[in-house]
């Protein structure tokens, strides 16, 4: 038997991001679990034009970026994310990889839902790719999800989650 406690999904606000909150969101009522939405934002002084001081401009900048992401992600979620789901926000910096799943770890996740665009063989093997550096190094099971592909999870499908499973007599012990 499949058991999901713990479901994150990973979001750099793209369409395969939104496809991959749908799955995350869909799994997570399935199974009654906690879902977590991460982001991981550059580290400003990791970038070339930053200068040494993490007071200052770079401070003030990543401070803006993580609330910012903090502030999209909020607008992501749902009333019933919050309360059905118990919808957890995480933003951190740095490597998307080494973040994602260093929190995979640290808060017990089972599954894990990642969009991937699909890019073409030149970009991929000169960039990487987020999604297949996760699968290799995720502490639990990855679900890739492209957007505009075969979805299964439709509206038909979350509206049916949302609502209560019907209570029947078999099902009360009568």
Do not use: N
């Not at 939405?37 to 003030?60: C, R």
């Not at 926000?89 to 770890?105: C, H, K, L, T």
């Amino acid at each position: 038997m499949i058991a999901l406690k713990q479901v994150l999904v990973a979001t750099d606000f793209s369409d395969a991001s939104e496809a991959a909150l749908r799955y995350g969101r869909a799994l997570a009522h399935a199974f009654g679990a906690t879902l977590h939405v991460i982001h991981v934002v550059p580290d400003v002084l990791s970038l070339p034009w930053s200068g040494p001081p993490e007071t200052g401009p770079a401070g003030t900048l990543q401070h803006d970026w993580e609330q910012h992401a903090r502030d999209r992600i909020a607008l992501m979620l749902t009333e019933r994310d919050r309360l059905v789901l118990r919808a957890q926000i995480a933003v951190r910096s740095g490597d998307p990889v080494r973040q994602i799943v260093e929190y995979a770890m640290s808060h017990g996740i089972d599954l894990a839902v990642l969009g991937t665009r699909g890019r073409g063989p030149v970009a991929h093997i000169l960039l990487g790719s987020v999604a297949e550096r996760t699968v290799r190094f995720a502490p639990c099971p990855v679900l890739t999800v492209r957007p505009h592909q075969h979805e299964f999870v439709t509206e038909v499908a979350a509206e049916a989650a949302a609502r209560p499973a019907p209570v029947t007599p078999e099902l009360v012990g009568a």
